[in-house]
């Protein structure tokens, strides 16, 4: 059972993630690795923004599409 709502990764935000940002840290991830945050719709830009300066952001994609393509 995984019914509770996933929540935003921006700091003390307790807003229901609308957003994933996939990301590869390319020091510390092998190539193909994806670690996820979370984003509300007000979080986004900030988030994707931080791993964007850092080269870091790999894609933005809505949750929903996010859990269609994983449960597939
Ligand atoms: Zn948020």
Same mark, same amino acid.
């Given at each position: 059972?995984?019914?509770?709502?996933?929540?935003c &990764?921006?700091?003390?935000?307790?807003?229901?993630?609308?957003?994933?940002?996939?990301?590869?840290n390319?020091?510390i991830?092998?190539?193909?690795?994806?670690?996820?945050?979370?984003?509300?719709?007000?979080?986004?830009?900030?988030?994707?923004?931080?791993?964007?300066?850092?080269?870091?952001?790999?894609?933005?994609?809505?949750? &929903?599409?996010?859990?269609?393509?994983?449960?597939?």
């Amino acid at each position: 059972m995984t019914d509770e709502t996933p929540i935003c &990764s921006a700091k003390g935000c307790r807003a229901a993630a609308v957003w994933v940002l996939a990301w590869n840290n390319p020091k510390i991830h092998t190539p193909e690795r994806r670690k996820t945050w979370l984003a509300c719709e007000e979080h986004r830009e900030h988030l994707a923004q931080f791993l964007g300066v850092r080269g870091f952001l790999k894609d933005v994609v809505l949750l &929903s599409q996010w859990q269609a393509s994983e449960g597939a």
